[in-house]
């Protein structure tokens, strides 16, 4: 578990704040990760401008994590990588989900992270996450133009597919939604081309 930045008070301290609160742009988070006031480390992401805590993982959530990884990587053809819990930028936003197929090799992020054209699916592990991974993390995703979006439904023991995305501001989302359960294979698609399929229940605890 990341230890939290020493600017911050305790957990369960600090009220919600009735007043307006500033936010952030892109720019300026990148600004403060470069002025060291955050720490690397920090568990926290930009999302729609706000800084927000990152969700605790439990062993179940690790798992289903690792099995996700294990599987996408043995299926990727050349041309694609992984990224696991890494930055990715949008216009108003820097998410890091859970997992991220990305276009090209590693070496090519060596000076930005990935932007919303080079990837191909975004990944989030839901069980506690489950409100904001359907909420703000979909409509962040989906205003960014992700092709694909999966929620990794623990709770539900399903794979919750959101494809074909539209809308902006606070209207962005997905206009197809598909549920797989645990006994379906879901397809994997890079663009246009099915990579191969995946079988639900290996993906879940």
Excluded: F
Aim: glycine share 6%; aromatic share 6%.
């Amino acid at each position: 578990m990341t230890s939290q930045p020493a600017c911050a008070p305790p957990a369960g301290d600090a009220e919600v704040p009735s007043e307006p609160i500033y936010r952030l742009s892109v720019a300026q988070y990148h600004a403060i990760a470069r002025a060291g006031i955050l720490d690397e480390d920090a568990p926290v992401e930009l999302l729609e401008g706000w800084l927000v805590q990152k969700m605790t993982k439990n062993p179940a959530h690790c798992l289903a994590l690792g099995l996700v990884q294990d599987a996408l990587t043995r299926l990727l053809p050349r041309g694609w990588h992984l990224k696991i819990q890494a930055p990715m930028t949008t216009a108003d936003s820097e998410p890091e989900p859970d997992a991220a197929v990305v276009r090209g090799q590693r070496r090519d992020y060596k000076g930005r992270h990935p932007r919303a054209e080079d990837i191909a699916l975004v990944v989030e592990v839901a069980d506690t996450s489950l409100r904001r991974d359907r909420g703000s993390k979909k409509r962040i995703y989906a205003r960014a133009r992700i092709p694909v979006y999966w929620i990794v439904n623990l709770t539900a023991r399903r794979i919750e597919v959101y494809t074909d995305p539209a809308g902006v501001g606070k209207r962005a989302d997905y206009r197809q939604h598909r549920d797989y359960g645990s006994s379906e294979t879901i397809p994997v698609m890079l663009g246009e081309v099915e990579a191969g399929g995946l079988e639900v229940q290996a993906l879940l605890p």
